[in-house]
């Protein structure tokens, strides 16, 4: 599985070197291989959702690597990973929450802000739930989950660093965050 995502990231950095904007890019470039990926490959298929963190982690490290800027891309990240994956006939829904933890652990990894990275992950997560058939507050829950328990793998600074930074850029994240990470 590890060598499946290594070369679908390959593919994806590829893509957008050269790119004038790369965030106007991504989004499609991402669906389309996650779609490849997940349609072509039965140990990530087999793996559940367990692949679209690393499957995220990684597109996220990649992205990096060409000079973009993890907290940008998360968006685009997460909504291209979640709607490709529902194109190729998957439970995209059960992948929120997953998603958004490899958006944090693949900004953590290179250095970057964990909180703009959770803020743009949940509203790629949010964005993307109409089309994968998720009701918005069920996206913001799952996201919001998946930012926090993300960032307590890290330590307590992350967690209060994502927590600031939903509670004062995603509506209702505050609401999520109280009732349920007292």
Known sequence: MEE???KATDSVVASLKGVDNIYDTMFDIVKGNVVDLF???GDVVSAGTGAASKIVASLIKGIVEIGGEAEKAAEK????TL???NEAGKDAAGMIEDAVRG???GTNEVGGDVGKAAVGAVK???QAAGEIGVGTEDALQK???GAIKSAGEIGESAVETVKKAL???VEGAKDVISSTFK
Request: proline content about 0%.
């Open 143 to 145: 996201a919001v989950s």
């Open 167 to 169: 509670e004062d850029s």
């Open 77 to 80: 990240v997460v909504m291209g």
């Open 124 to 126: 790629g997560a949010i």
């Open 83 to 85: 709607k490709g994956a």
């Open 39 to 41: 349609n072509g490959a």
């Open 103 to 105: 958006v944090i652990k």
């Open 4 to 6: 499946l995502i290594k």
